[in-house]
């Protein structure tokens, strides 16, 4: 069974940065497109970024263009989200997922096979 683990939430000040990590189990994390998904209170889940299998192809959400970076070591089946000058609208959950695809465009269009717990992080103006 496939399980995702995330860590690495927390409270920051705004400019500042956070490193989340998500942990593979249960399968070869290189057979997965990953990203990363986020939920504000009172809003809908939203797709952040994706990165291939081969970490060739990323795509990301126009609203975090220039201040993440998506990044993978499949021989540790981890994915990493690096966050960099935070704004207090990025409070959220943050929630790792995956799909079983060469595509990375499916993870945004078709939605994850799974889904990690979840990892809050908070950011404060």
């Known amino acids: 069974q496939v399980q995702l683990v995330e860590s690495g939430g927390g409270l920051v000040q705004a400019g500042g940065s956070l490193r989340l990590s ?3 189990s249960g399968r070869s ?3 997965f497109v990953m990203g990363w998904f986020r939920q504000a209170p009172g809003k809908e889940r939203e ?3 994706a990165i291939g299998r081969g ?3 990323t795509h990301y959400a126009d609203s975090v263009k220039g201040r993440f970076t998506i990044s993978r070591d499949n021989a540790k089946n981890t994915t990493y989200l690096q966050m960099d000058n935070l704004k207090p609208e990025d409070t959220a959950v ?3 997922a ?3 695809t060469k595509i990375v465009s499916y993870l945004k269009n078709f939605g994850p096979e ?3 717990q979840g990892t809050q992080v908070t950011v404060s103006s």
């Open 114 to 116: 799974y889904w990690g």
């Open 22 to 24: 998500c942990a593979t």
């Open 55 to 57: 970490s060739t192809i």
């Open 29 to 31: 994390a290189s057979v």
């Open 94 to 96: 943050y929630y790792c």
């Open 47 to 49: 797709f952040v970024t």
């Open 98 to 100: 995956a799909r079983n």
